[in-house]
């Protein structure tokens, strides 16, 4: 997965630079776009493994709790949790471009 860290430091490098900060709301569009595949990619699995357990423990809790605990709960949650700041930060660039128009059109 791509550094969280890393984007956040291309969008406070390109802050007041309405080019570098589009080129910078394209590659989270692209990273949102690439890792919701892969989550959708690892769902089938997922499903499976929580069928599983649910028929292993018997109640959906107990289930949920163990599934949790598992690789592929763990890469549940983080895809979850990456995709969730990508969605945020893509929102907080669109607003900048956004900004940054409407005070170039104010300029003048």
């Known amino acids: 997965m791509i550094s969280l860290e890393k984007r956040l430091?291309?969008?406070q490098?390109?802050?007041d630079k309405p080019s570098e900060l589009s080129a910078v709301h394209y590659q989270?569009?692209?990273d949102f776009a690439f890792y919701s595949e892969q989550y959708q990619?690892?769902?089938?699995?997922?499903v499976t493994s929580k069928r599983n357990l649910?028929?292993?423990l018997g109640t959906v809790s107990?289930?949920?709790r163990e599934f949790a605990a598992t690789e592929e709960g763990i890469q549940e949650q983080q895809l979850k949790i990456y995709l969730k700041a990508v969605e945020k930060l893509l929102s907080a660039v669109k607003r900048r471009l956004e900004t940054l128009n409407e005070e170039a059109r104010?300029?003048?």
């Open 41 to 46: 990619n690892l769902i089938p699995a997922l």
């Open 28 to 30: 989270l569009a692209y």
């Open 62 to 64: 107990k289930a949920d």
């Open 54 to 56: 649910m028929e292993k």
């Open 106 to 108: 104010n300029q003048y």
């Open 9 to 11: 430091k291309q969008y």
């Open 13 to 15: 490098e390109a802050f």
